[in-house]
């Protein structure tokens, strides 16, 4: 298998992408390239009980990598993750003051959010009352 190099001009779009794809397919595990940002957001996506687990990586190139272990319904067997999209893209950045800061289904969901005081999730930024650039939003 050859392996393409493709430059991504979204990193964060094309995480949630690669997520989303993985659940379409019924993948248990997806493979994702590692940033900070992209670490803090699989951080948060667990502490809120949207993936299974998650492991920070080295690829066989030596490039880090993050490995999610994908969470499904066991009943029915559907994704956890309802819905998760991006909110602020390259050509649109999207900021909120703290009182500003949608709520996502009521409450059910969370927005992420990136604040002076770092990744954060919509709740945690009202309780500082700090706003930022929405990045996305999972429900």
């Known amino acids: 298998m050859s392996s393409i190099k493709v430059k ?4 964060i779009a094309d995480y949630l992408t690669r997520i989303r794809n993985a659940q379409s397919a019924g993948h248990k595990i997806v493979t ?3 940033s900070r940002m992209k670490k803090r957001i699989t951080e948060i996506l667990y502490d809120q ?3 299974l687990k998650y ?16 969470k499904y319904d066991p009943i029915d ?9 991006r ?25 992420i959010v990136s604040t002076s005081k770092g990744v954060i999730t919509d ?3 009202r309780r500082m009352n700090v706003g930022g650039e929405l990045i996305c939003y999972v429900y």
Do not use: M
Request: charged content about 25%.
């Open 8 to 11: 991504v001009t979204d990193p």
């Open 32 to 34: 994702i390239p590692s």
């Open 49 to 51: 009980g949207y993936i």
């Open 55 to 70: 492991k920070f990586d080295t690829s066989e190139t030596g490039l880090p990598i993050i490995r999610i272990a994908l």
């Open 77 to 85: 067997g559907s994704p956890v993750i309802k819905k998760l999209a």
């Open 87 to 111: 909110i602020s893209k390259l050509g649109l950045r999207k900021y909120a003051k703290a009182t500003d800061i949608p709520r996502i289904i009521n409450g059910l969901g969370i927005a």
């Open 123 to 125: 709740k945690e930024a």
